[in-house]
C-alpha cells in the first residue's frame, strides 16, 4: 500500500494504545468540513445544496483545533466544499500538523497554483486531490470543462514543490473497469504517493439521483478493476483488506464513529455522509446516538454504501486482529482472499 511507513507506525501504535484500553468505539480519522462553499457545482455532490447564508460561514482556525482536539484521532481529513476557499486553511494545516496530526487536504486543485506558497511541505500534510474519471468523465461529472487538466497540472506543480499528494477518485454507475485502470495508470504516471477510492454514496440533495452504483454493481466494478491491474505497480491510500471489500471478497459492518464528522453545524450524526442530527461535543456524539440504526441491514439510506469512511476502520482493525489474513491479500493481491465477517 501507499501509506508511508511514519504514518503506518503511529496510526498502529494509536491503534494499539486503544484496544488494549478496552475501547469498543474510538475515533480513527476526523473528518474535519470546515465550510460548504466550493467553485465546483459537481453532479453527484451532497454538499452543496444550501443556501447562501449557510455557505457563506465557514468554521474558525480555534474551533477546527478544538475539534480535533477534543476528537483526538490520529487523522485529520479536511473535505468540504472546497477547503482552499477558506481564507485561513493554510493556519488550520498547519496548526493541526504541528500537534502531532497527519492531516489530508481534499482539493479539487483549481486553486492550487493561487494558494501554494501558503503551505509548506511537511510529512504531516498531504494534498488530496480529486479527479473523478478520465478528462472526459471528470470534466462532465464536475460541469466545467477543462477542470482535468488544471487538476492535473496542479498535482505536477506540488509534486514538484515536494509536497505528499494522493488522489481521491469517486466511481458513479457506468464507469468501466478499463477506463478506471487506465486512470489508475496515469495517476501512477503523475507521482503521485498513493490514491483513493471508492463507488459514490446517494446523497438524497445530490443533483443527479441516477448514476449512483448500487452495491453488487460496485463489487463487479473492482473485482474486474482489480484482474486488469494484477502486477501494475498501482498504490492505494488504504488496508488491502478495504480493496478486498470492495472486491466483494470481505464482509464488513460499517464503523461511522471511527470517522466522526464536525462541521459549521457541530458533530454531524452518524456520519459525514448522512446527516441525521448534530451533537454539540464528540463525546455527546458517541455516546447519545443510535449506532445500531445504521449501516446495511439497518437503514435503506446506507444499503449500497461502501464507502471508506465507514468501512475502512473496521478493515483496519480487522488488519490488526487478523494478520495473516492481511498479509495473504498483500501478497495476492485483493480479490483473492477467503470471505470472513466482521
Known amino acids: 500500500m501507499g501509506i508511508p511507513a511514519i504514518q503506518k507506525a503511529r496510526v498502529g501504535a494509536y491503534l494499539a494504545g486503544r484496544m488494549l484500553s478496552g475501547s469498543r468505539r474510538f475515533p480513527l480519522v476526523l473528518m474535519l468540513e470546515p465550510l460548504f462553499r466550493c467553485n465546483l457545482r459537481c453532479t453527484g455532490c451532497g454538499k452543496i445544496a444550501y443556501p447562501e447564508n449557510i455557505l457563506g460561514r465557514s468554521l474558525g482556525i480555534e474551533e477546527c483545533l478544538a475539534a480535533a482536539e477534543e476528537c483526538g484521532a490520529p487523522v485529520v481529513s479536511i473535505p468540504g466544499g472546497e477547503p482552499l476557499l477558506h481564507p485561513d ?14 492531516v489530508y487536504l481534499c482539493t479539487n486543485a483549481l486553486l492550487v497554483e493561487k494558494r501554494i506558497d501558503d503551505f509548506v511541505p511537511s510529512p504531516r500534510l498531504t494534498f488530496n486531490v480529486h479527479l473523478d474519471g478520465l478528462r472526459e468523465r471528470h470534466d462532465s ?26 488522489t481521491n477518485t469517486t466511481f458513479f454507475a457506468g464507469e468501466t473497469p478499463e477506463d478506471a485502470a487506465r486512470l489508475f ?10 490514491m483513493t477510492v471508492s463507488a459514490a454514496f446517494g446523497y438524497e440533495k445530490a443533483a443527479d439521483r441516477e448514476h449512483f452504483p448500487g452495491r453488487e454493481e460496485t463489487k463487479r466494478l473492482f473485482r474486474r478493476i482489480f484482474e486488469i491491474g494484477r502486477g501494475r505497480k498501482w498504490r492505494f491510500n488504504h488496508s488491502g483488506l478495504y480493496l478486498d471489500f470492495l472486491a466483494g471478497n470481505q464482509e464488513y459492518a460499517c464503523s461511522p464513529w471511527a470517522t466522526p464528522a464536525r462541521n459549521i453545524f457541530g458533530w454531524q450524526r452518524p456520519c459525514y455522509l448522512l446527516d441525521d442530527g448534530y451533537a454539540a461535543t464528540y463525546r455527546e456524539l458517541l455516546e447519545t446516538t443510535a449506532w445500531g440504526k445504521y449501516g446495511p441491514g439497518a437503514n435503506p439510506h446506507c444499503a449500497d454504501c461502501m464507502v471508506h469512511s465507514g468501512f475502512e476502520p473496521t478493515a483496519v482493525l480487522d488488519s490488526v486482529m487478523s494478520p495473516l489474513k492481511a498479509l495473504t491479500v498483500r501478497l495476492l493481491g485483493p480479490g483473492k482472499a477467503g470471505r470472513r465477517s466482521l
Open 141 to 166: 461529472q464536475v460541469r466545467l470543462p477543462g477542470a482535468f487538466d488544471r487538476a492535473v497540472s496542479a498535482i505536477g506543480l506540488l509534486v514538484s514543490r515536494g509536497f505528499r499528494v494522493t
Open 89 to 102: 486553511i493554510h493556519v488550520i494545516a498547519r496548526e493541526l500538523a504541528a500537534r502531532g496530526k497527519f
Open 185 to 194: 495508470d496515469f495517476l501512477m504516471s503523475l507521482g503521485v504517493e498513493a
